[in-house]
């Protein structure tokens, strides 16, 4: 069974700094999905990749398929960046059955 | 606008009495999913639908059910014989299995 790893589980940053939450999992995936859960609890998604590196803004997520690890980065974070971050994968293979989360990281941008 | 909707936002019930949880999309996706997200974990696959007419069980579907009777409606029942119903529950859709998933805004329900 796939797990998903995400650290750190909770982050707090002052306005301006670099941030980095990272992502393991254990098993053969074909994407990857970062996603951004505000405190009302609706969840947009982010990125989805299966290689590389991709950049939206101050946004930007990274996969290395070999070490099976993913990296997002906020940079200039902003307290509007503060959410809960959550790290998705979908397993190929056997059918449309969804994705397996990672629990999230906790973010918090203090202005 | 296109988009997924759940209604409602939030959902009182009782012990032992059904509730069913809307949800709706008008993006024309194929699969549609429902999620399940308790205090401290990661969401869970209750039920996917790839097709009208067509779902398969998840992670954590007992004590659920689902129809598909639509492309653009997949109702969630949550039963009685779901011993602890109490949590945030998510709809999203993709327009294909493995592509990207769009999210609506949850239903928190509560059973007391």
């Known amino acids: 069974k796939n797990e998903v790893e995400q650290s750190p589980q909770n982050l707090t940053a002052q306005e301006g700094e670099f941030i980095t939450i990272n992502c393991s999992y254990s098993v053969g995936i074909s994407a990857l999905h970062w996603l951004q859960q505000h405190p009302g609890g609706g969840i947009v998604s982010l990125f989805m990749l299966s290689s590389g590196k991709k950049k939206h803004g101050r946004l930007i997520a990274t996969i290395n398929i070999q070490e099976k690890h993913s990296s997002l980065h906020i940079t200039a974070s902003h307290p509007r960046d503060s959410a809960v971050y959550i790290c998705a994968v979908s397993i190929p293979g056997g059918g449309a059955d969804g994705l397996t989360f990672g629990k999230g990281t906790h973010l918090i941008i203090q202005p | 606008d296109g988009g997924i909707t759940q209604s409602p936002k939030y959902l009182f019930r009782k012990e032992g009495q059904n509730v069913t949880l809307s949800c709706e999309q008008n993006?024309?996706?194929?699969?549609m999913y429902w999620y399940r997200q308790d205090p401290g974990q990661g969401l869970r696959l209750i039920y996917y639908s790839q097709i009208v007419n067509d779902f398969q069980k998840g992670d954590i579907a007992e004590g659920y059910s689902v129809s598909r009777e639509k492309k653009e409606s997949f109702p969630l029942t949550v039963t009685s014989a779901q011993k602890n119903p109490t949590a945030f529950y998510l709809c999203?859709?993709?327009?294909?299995?493995?592509?990207?998933?769009?999210f609506g805004p949850g239903t928190r329900l509560t059973v007391t």
């Open positions: 993006l024309n996706h194929d699969a």
């Open positions: 999203a859709s993709s327009a294909a299995a493995y592509y990207e998933q769009y």
